[in-house]
């Protein structure tokens, strides 16, 4: 099992409505958890980012985690075509003392105007 | 601010020759990383350095070596490259511990 699993997608939402990206992950030990978005030909550029139990919102972004369940979403309210882009779900895994930062595969997402 | 700067940013390369790819933060951050990036593979983690003087292998470090010059300056070398190494290279930078990764432009690598 990948230690941090992404459905793929493509993901289509219609303008306006709710992205619902997820991502679940192995390692109980993770702590720091992360979603990117990266455009097409660009660097990956931090949205959020979560340590605890529950939901984390900034703007139209929000955070879920649920670590019981290993599962970490991004919900996308008000989608805007601006939005379209690979997102990047990502945590934190300490490696005898060194963090290491792993990515899931990403979740290509459209936004349908 | 320059933050995160990778170069060369373009490179074709023949099977079997070596180069480096250089990366420098600004940023004083202690950890440095170098990413590799391939169509449905995502981001994979070939070297990183918690800090100046250590370096740690990632999940894909076969045919690469790193130097972790200074606190600023963090390179990846290919001895002889390969095909399989043709891809996109993302240099970052973070403060130790949790935290936001910071990335450079990338690195986009052909092999022949």
């Known amino acids: 099992q990948k230690e941090v699993e992404q459905n793929s997608g493509p993901l289509s939402v219609p303008e306006g409505a709710i992205a619902s990206l997820n991502c679940t992950y192995s390692d109980r030990g993770s702590q720091s958890f992360f979603w990117y978005r990266q455009y097409s030909g660009k660097s990956p550029e931090l949205i959020m980012s979560?340590?605890?139990?529950g939901d984390k919102e900034d703007g139209r972004f929000t955070a879920q985690l649920n670590k019981a369940s290993q599962y970490v979403s991004l919900l996308i309210r008000d989608s805007q075509p601006s939005d379209s882009a690979t997102y990047l779900c990502a945590l934190s895994i300490s490696n005898f003392g060194n963090e290491k930062l792993t990515f899931g595969t990403g979740t290509r997402l459209t936004i349908i105007p | 601010n320059a933050g995160v700067t990778q170069t060369p940013k373009f490179q074709v390369l023949k099977t079997g020759q070596s180069m480096t790819l250089q990366c420098a933060q600004d940023?004083?951050?202690?950890?440095m990383y170098w990413y590799r990036q391939d169509p449905g593979m995502g981001l994979r983690l070939i070297y990183y350095s918690a800090s100046e003087g250590t370096t740690d292998k990632g999940e894909v470090p076969n045919g690469y070596n790193v130097s972790r010059l200074n606190k600023r300056e963090f390179s990846l070398r290919l001895e002889s490259a390969a095909p399989s190494q043709t891809s996109v290279y993302f240099c970052?930078?973070?403060?130790?511990?949790?935290?936001?990764?910071?990335f450079g432009e990338g690195s986009r690598l052909t092999v022949l």
């Open positions: 940023m004083n951050h202690n950890s």
């Open positions: 979560i340590y605890s139990n």
């Open positions: 970052a930078s973070r403060r130790s511990g949790a935290g936001e990764l910071f």
